[in-house]
């Protein structure tokens, strides 16, 4: 039977037992979409959310949370150096944490989330995506996949018309990128969900 926790989660506010939540998908799928529903939704009860994003996504401009379909906030922006424990764990009022491109987080970060979350007793609630452009897994995403308590994939779909599981990167020329260094933001390169045959057999 579902926890209390595990039902308004479902719903975007999260009560009783604190957790550590993934929600994971590839590219587009709406994560930051349902990140900022979240926030709406514990602020509309009057609860704080503490909003984080990564230093290195600049696609709108640092320490925004964006989503495709228009909507923005500001958040707080993380990046190596940045300790979620110490930094959080003095912080009051506090009803929610949440992290935008979470793969970017190191494995040390995720353990602190962790920690934060249990201790703490404040949930927080990852989004991300899993794997890279050649199917390698994300340190950050590794260790969410290992510690989060709760597990979700947000559902996109493959040129195909299958569940999307992979990320493709192609560059400005729309040819696909098979080699170069992990982390590419969009701009100059573009990335297309895909499904496991899509991403093996273009």
């Known amino acids: 039977m579902a926890s ?6 479902g719903r975007g506010v999260v009560t009783t037992v604190a957790k550590l939540y993934f929600r994971y998908s590839a590219m587009n799928a709406g994560k930051s979409t349902a990140l900022l529903q979240v926030a709406h939704n514990y602020e509309e009860l009057g ?7 990564s230093a290195l996504d600049d696609r709108y401009g640092r320490g925004l949370v964006t989503s495709r379909l228009g909507p923005q906030r500001r958040s707080d922006i993380f990046d190596e150096s940045t300790d979620f424990y110490a930094r959080l764990a003095s912080a009051d009022d506090i009803s929610c944490v949440l992290v935008d491109e979470s793969q970017f987080l190191t494995p040390q970060q995720v353990r602190q989330l962790h ?35 709760s597990v979700e994939e947000l559902k996109n779909v493959c040129p195909c018309g ?3 599981t992979m990320n493709v ?34």
Request: net charge positive; proline share 7%.
């Open 4 to 9: 209390a926790c595990d039902a308004f989660a």
């Open 47 to 53: 609860r704080a959310v503490w909003i984080f994003t």
């Open 115 to 149: 920690r934060y979350a249990h201790v703490v007793g404040t949930p927080v609630i990852c989004y991300g995506i899993r794997s890279d452009f050649l199917g390698e897994p994300f340190p950050g995403a590794a260790y969410l996949l290992t510690l989060a308590d």
């Open 162 to 164: 299958k569940k999307a």
């Open 169 to 202: 990167r192609f560059d400005e020329h729309g040819t696909r990128i098979t080699a170069g260094e992990q982390i590419a933001i969009e701009g100059p390169v573009r990335y297309v969900p895909m499904c496991g045959r899509c991403f093996y057999v273009p």
